[in-house]
């Protein structure tokens, strides 16, 4: 897994990343009550903003860590955003998608690195 320094995690499935938040972000948040999805097929840019969280706590957006396409989205989180909280770093993942270089991942924190981000 690698990390971004906006509390992103992502895992390469395949020929695919998989993208959600930390539990350090989940945690930040505090009790998420709604997730807004990109649409499948959305060609991003790094930086873009395509994911909308919102929380008891605030509205956070989530961005495109990679340059790619949106492949897949987790439907899950419409009709239950309180697993963002449940399982950040597994069930909770927000989307999938078809990135046209893998090798950027390699700018991210691993592990450690983040460990030592968020003290």
Sequence with gaps: MKFTKEHE??????????VGITEHAATQLGDVVFVELPETETMVATGDEIVVIESVKAASDILAPLDGEIVQVNAKLADNPGLVNEDPMGAAW???MKVDDLSAMDDYMDEDEYADYIG
């Design 9 to 18: 995690w992502l895992r390469v499935e395949g020929d695919l990343v998989v």
């Design 94 to 96: 927000f989307f999938k």
